[in-house]
């Protein structure tokens, strides 16, 4: 062993024990809670946006070869708005809610406190590695509370940058990074947490949710599943075929949780939209998508080998109607579209996270709603038509995450709208202040002063005193004049 591998700390549950026990002592001296801390964070998290650009682009182009296009539209410039969204409406988030009180109080005034959980521990994903480790960050650091972050060890580039970047520009008392793998997540996941929010598979999720238990910790989990697009035949083709594409293949060349995973249409219609697709792939990525530089790769050869199992299930090899070339030297795989996929092959067991859509076909659009709900609820489900009754009946009867009509994945960068899964597809939600409220407890207050003591409330019981409090309990004023005059 070396000198500098000797002198290497291993990160274990003790360390982690540790970790946690500073970072309680720093919430606990009430640093965390001012509006003042919390905005100078959040303005430290924008300055390390604004100063590293170009450090993140490289990054996530070593990790990814990620196109820098899509870095600073999906990742800086979304995480950007998440900053300013914060500093803009901070204020007002942190106010007490007034809300009605009752008769049964009077007199009395109540209000709903938001105040911080404590200290809380963020699990992201690699795909978005910057966005989806920083924004919940935002959350948690604008409802007062500690936070540490596990990065993925699977964007080792965008980890290290992480945690070298947080270092240098946040309040390291109450704001830390922890890079590593298996061994440094479990031993961070056997501490108590206020909150736990992951952002990765059902798999990882039902251990974090299990860690959790042990703590009565609560979770945000943030998964993913089959995200279907519905496309009706009364649209406008060309557009539904490019909005298809972006949220697909432009977002990271498949690998992101709210990408379509498979598309559902009518037989009549499939070939239309197979050469629609077609004609704009290759406008996208030209002839040779395997040499376009606007997509990414693949993220690691584990990842290559689990895409070549699904194309190569016997069920779906002769479905391919574009694509569907890979060159494993460089991890890269084209955009490939499958027609009339079987639905119990391999690639409609589960989500797909890469650049593989298969198009189920059905004979009426309508079916394509009981298809949906046959399986686990998606993270997100788009449809695609101008039929205004359709458009009722999939939002009235598609249960999903969130929901687009004619787009798809835009709904992300809708601060006003929550982000976040339902069913196998995750639980609890984030954006905007459902950010703040994900991080934080919103304490009831009631308010009374010293008058207003009536005798009713206490022994000796008596009929007349039920007769009262069972009128004031209800809260009307007729019954309570009954009550008062014994007419009840």
Request: net charge neutral; glycine share 8%; proline share 5%.
């Amino acid at each position: 062993m070396s000198s500098e591998d000797s002198k290497k700390v291993v990160f274990d549950a003790e360390e982690a024990s540790l970790l946690v026990k500073d970072l309680r002592e720093s919430f606990g001296s009430g640093r965390t809670r001012s509006y003042e801390w919390r905005v100078s964070q959040v303005k430290a998290l924008l300055k390390l946006l604004v100063d590293n650009e170009q450090k993140i682009i490289d990054a996530l182009s070593s990790d990814l070869a990620r196109p820098p296009f899509e870095t600073v539209v999906y990742e800086i410039g979304m995480f950007k708005n998440s900053c300013e969204v914060t500093l803009k409406e901070l204020k007002q988030w942190m106010k007490p809610e007034k809300v009605k009180t009752s008769i049964t109080t009077f007199p009395s005034s109540a209000e709903i406190v938001p105040e911080p959980l404590g200290v809380v521990l963020v699990i992201s994903a690699w795909n978005y590695p910057f966005l989806l480790s920083l924004d919940p960050v935002i959350g948690a650091i604008a409802a007062g509370n500690a936070v540490v972050l596990k990065p993925s060890e699977i964007a080792p580039a965008s980890s290290s940058l992480l945690a070298k970047l947080l270092g240098e520009y946040m309040d390291n008392s109450c704001v830390r990074v922890v890079e590593g793998a298996v061994d440094e997540t479990s031993a961070l996941l056997q501490q108590k947490w206020d909150k736990i929010f992951y952002t990765g598979n059902g798999r990882v999720g039902r251990i974090v949710m299990t860690a959790a238990a042990k703590h009565l910790t609560p979770v945000v989990l943030e998964l993913g599943g089959k995200s279907p697009v519905v496309v009706d035949s009364d649209i406008n083709l060309e557009v539904a075929a490019r909005r298809i594409i972006s949220g697909k293949w432009g977002c990271n060349n498949g690998q992101a949780c709210v990408s379509p995973d498979y598309v559902i249409t009518t037989k009549d219609f499939a070939p239309k939209l197979v050469d629609a697709l077609k004609t704009e792939l290759e406008k996208f990525y030209g002839k040779n998508p395997l040499e376009s530089e606007d997509l990414s790769r693949i993220v690691n050869s584990n990842h290559f080998a689990r895409l070549t199992k699904l194309l190569d299930d016997d069920k779906v090899s002769g479905k391919i109607v574009y694509g569907g070339e890979k060159d494993e030297s460089k991890l890269r795989i084209t955009p490939t579209l499958l027609l009339d996929v079987p639905r119990d092959s391999l690639i409609m067991s589960d989500e797909i996270f890469g650049p593989l859509l298969p198009i189920i076909t059905v004979n009426k659009v309508e079916e394509s709603i009981d298809l949906i709900n046959s399986g686990t609820k998606p993270l997100a489900a788009y449809l695609f038509t101008t039929n205004k009754k359709l458009t009722e009946q999939f939002v009235m009867n598609v249960s999903s995450g969130g929901l687009l009509v004619n787009d798809t994945v835009l709904h992300l960068v809708v601060h006003t709208l929550p982000f976040g899964g339902v069913g196998e597809s995750g639980m609890g939600g984030y954006h905007g202040k459902f950010s703040f409220d994900a991080f934080s407890h919103k304490k009831a207050v009631l308010y009374r002063s010293f008058i207003g003591d009536g005798a009713i409330r206490y022994p000796p019981y008596t009929d007349t005193k039920l007769r009262l409090m069972r009128a004031l309990v209800g809260g009307r004023i007729l019954n309570i004049i009954r009550a008062l005059f014994g007419w009840s």
